[in-house]
Nanobody, 114 residues
Framework: QVQLVESGGGLVPDGGSLRLSCVVS????????MGWYRRAPGKQRDVVASITREGSTNYADSVKGRFTISRDNAKNTVYLQMNSLKPEDTAEYLCYADFIVRYWGQGTQVTVFS
């Protein structure tokens, strides 16, 4: 059974930084694309960033230049380094991993206060 477990969320001031991690377990198959979405209260889920197995990345315009996605294929882990955080970044952050189907984590809360 594939499981994704996020960690690293928390409460930070405006301008602060956090590093999220997401560990995938329970499968011997290769993971294709991995990434992060976020869901703010009362809003739809929005893509944040993605990274292919080969390391190609994509970012939402709202986080370009502030967030960096990376992965460690040997550890089945994807990271999201978030710098210069803003109150509008407050959301639940969910990671995903693409095998033949997409699996999701349970989410980790990020709250940025001004």
């Amino acid at each position: 059974q594939v499981q994704l477990v996020e960690s690293g969320g928390g409460l930070v001031p405006d301008g602060g930084s956090l590093r999220l991690s997401c560990v995938v377990s329970g499968s011997t198959f290769r993971i294709n694309t991995m990434g992060w979405y976020r869901r703010a209260p009362g809003k739809q889920r929005d893509v944040v960033a993605s990274i292919t197995r080969e390391g190609s990345t994509n970012y939402a315009d709202s986080v370009k230049g502030r967030f960096t996605i990376s992965r460690d294929n040997a550890k089945n882990t994807v990271y999201l380094q978030m710098n210069s955080l803003k109150p509008e970044d407050t959301a639940e952050y969910l990671c995903y991993a693409d095998f033949i189907v997409r699996y999701w984590g349970q989410g980790t809360q990020v709250t940025v206060f001004s």
